[in-house]
């Protein structure tokens, strides 16, 4: 599937691909034919693009943030390029594409969307990648998740701090050989989350929301990623019991000082890292 940027560098030619709807709307020209102006984008940027064979007001037509199966013809403009779009219709199985879907404009810092993506597409066990795929599929999560971040006044506190804290977490945890492929990977996918409570208590715009001045962020992981873990238990029971641990160990539960799973310490420590790091270094 082309990337939105490698539509932008080739100009020319058909076009069939996945990508994001963004802002549809109803125009007119000077000889007033009715045309729909759009763009499409993914994570690696956006493109204007525009319907004329549509009819206004029909029914079932792919609204904003909708993902949207395009086929159309590029077209190079004196200000860039653009797309005639030929058919467009909503598609709600993303596949793989879940990350690359992300819209860029809602990530401050989109280059990172593609070492998230990269990641993801390395997770070896099917119901352990297919379970961050859910998570980041939902847009109700993964645009705050992508945006928030991670402090306002400690560490990586800017836009989409979060994401690159989760992501250097999972970075660390990576390196801890030691353990088996499960317990390695199921560590990873939590350092990755283990801050996405922060979705719930932060806001893009560095401010706490109203729950996250009662609540800590701590106390809504489980919440957030609830319906995602009902997935993984009935896909595999052991991996949803022991990702919740790994969550919530170490975390005020008097839990005791060696974990049960000890990729926990792998976690813990990486999260410690990742954010002594980062205010050194401010």
């Known amino acids: 599937m082309q990337q939105i940027r490698e539509l932008v560098e080739r100009g020319r030619g058909l076009v069939q691909g996945l990508y994001r709807l963004r802002n549809p709307e109803w125009r007119t020209t000077r000889q007033g034919r009715t045309y729909l102006a759009m763009e499409?984008?993914?994570?690696?940027?956006?493109?204007?693009?525009?319907?004329?064979?549509?009819?206004?007001?029909?029914?079932?037509?792919?609204?904003?943030?909708?993902?949207?199966?395009?086929?159309?013809?590029?077209?190079?403009?004196?200000?860039?390029?653009?797309?005639?779009?030929?058919?467009?219709?909503?598609?709600l199985d993303r596949l793989g594409d879940v990350v690359?879907?992300?819209?860029?404009?809602?990530?401050?810092?989109?280059?990172?969307?593609?070492?998230?993506?990269?990641w993801v597409a390395r997770l070896s066990i099917p119901a352990l990648r297919q379970f961050v795929l859910n998570v980041l599929g939902?847009?109700?999560?993964?645009?705050?998740?992508?945006?928030?971040?991670?402090?306002?006044?400690?560490?990586?506190?800017?836009?989409?701090?979060?994401?690159?804290?989760?992501?250097?977490?999972v970075q660390l945890v990576s390196h801890f050989?030691?353990?088996?492929?499960?317990?390695?990977?199921?560590?990873?996918?939590?350092?990755?989350?283990?801050?996405?409570g922060k979705v719930l208590t932060l806001t893009r715009e560095m401010q706490r929301t109203s729950l996250g001045r009662t609540v800590d962020h701590d106390k809504l992981t489980l919440e957030v990623l609830a319906p995602h873990l009902q997935w993984l238990d009935r896909q595999w029971p052991q991996a949803g019991t022991d990702l919740r641990y790994l969550l919530t160990w170490g975390k005020g539960r008097g839990d005791g000082t060696i974990p049960r799973l000890t990729v926990a310490e792998a976690v813990r420590t990486a999260d410690r890292i990742s954010a002594g790091l980062d205010v050194k270094g401010a």
Request: proline fraction near 6%; aromatic fraction near 10%.
């Open 177 to 196: 050989r030691q353990f088996s492929r499960e317990q390695l990977e199921l560590g990873m996918v939590a350092a990755l989350f283990h801050d996405i």
């Open 138 to 169: 939902d847009d109700s999560l993964a645009f705050l998740f992508v945006s928030v971040p991670a402090s306002l006044k400690h560490h990586h506190n800017h836009p989409s701090g979060l994401l690159q804290h989760s992501l250097e977490c």
């Open 40 to 91: 499409l984008e993914d994570m690696s940027g956006r493109i204007p693009a525009y319907g004329w064979n549509f009819e206004a007001g029909q029914k079932g037509f792919p609204t904003d943030l909708a993902c949207v199966n395009v086929t159309g013809i590029l077209r190079r403009r004196r200000d860039g390029v653009a797309m005639d779009v030929n058919h467009i219709e909503t598609v």
């Open 100 to 118: 690359r879907l992300i819209p860029e404009s809602f990530c401050p810092t989109p280059w990172r969307l593609f070492y998230l993506d990269a």
